[in-house]
């Protein structure tokens, strides 16, 4: 079955970076783009960007632009995405989520908290 | 971007009502609407595709409708497994939005 696992909770400081994980298994890894979306206060959701695994494109949502960085490792069916110069307001938990042509997103990893504090 | 008005936030209903829950685009997105189900401390699960597709494994009870701008996410006999957080999602156009979200109680 389709299971996207990603790392576990964060707490970092304020101008750091934190690089989070998300390890697909039960289908094939390039075949479906891989989104991330972020929730803020366990209530509004905000599409992030998306990677494509096989070639490596990305299209990022123009507010995300400077904050994240997807990249993936095929080699280890993981998409990765680096968010930089954290602020308070990148508290919130990331989903990473999986895309299927024309459907839009289908399964989404448990997500991750990422707690910016000194 | 595409603005998703989603309503209404807040919902109260009892076991067997049929509740209805609405979301509004700012501009038209064809039928490129999906509706996700969100419980307390998990992801959001997908229901409702393409506007009026059922995601497999998802109880008939739940059903959408809607194109243009106009969408509706039906639960026709309310279950109390049914209590969560219900999202819309526009994938018409980049950047994906989202609506507000409309949390879901038992009276």
């Known amino acids: 079955q389709v299971n996207l696992l990603q790392s576990g909770a964060a707490l970092v400081k304020p101008g750091a970076s934190v690089k989070l994980s998300c390890k697909a298994s039960g289908y094939t890894f390039t075949d479906y783009y891989i989104h991330w979306v972020k929730q803020s206060h366990g209530k509004s959701l905000e599409w992030i960007g998306y990677?494509?695994?096989?070639?490596?494109?990305?299209n990022y949502n123009e507010k995300f632009k400077s904050k994240a960085t997807l990249t993936v490792d095929k080699s280890t069916n993981t998409a990765y995405m680096e968010l930089s110069r954290l602020t308070s307001e990148d508290s919130a938990t990331y989903y990473c989520?999986?895309?299927?042509?024309?459907?839009?997103?289908?399964?989404w990893g448990q997500g991750v908290m990422v707690t910016v504090s000194s | 971007d595409i603005q998703m008005t989603q309503s209404p936030s807040f919902l109260s209903a009892s076991v067997g009502d049929r509740v209805t829950i609405n979301c509004k685009a700012s501009q038209n997105i064809n039928r490129y609407l999906n509706w996700y189900q969100q419980k307390l401390g998990e992801a959001p699960k997908l229901l409702i595709y393409?506007?009026?597709s059922l995601q497999t494994g998802i109880p008939s009870r739940f059903s959408g409708s809607g194109s243009g701008t106009d969408f509706t996410l039906t639960i026709s006999s309310l279950q109390p497994e049914d209590v969560a957080t219900y999202f819309c999602?526009?994938?018409?156009?980049?950047?994906?939005?989202f609506g507000g979200g409309t949390k879901l109680e038992l009276k």
């Open positions: 990677i494509n695994p096989n070639s490596g494109y990305t």
């Open positions: 999602l526009q994938h018409n156009s980049w950047p994906w939005t």
């Open positions: 989520t999986r895309h299927r042509l024309r459907r839009g997103l289908d399964y």
């Open positions: 393409n506007a009026n």
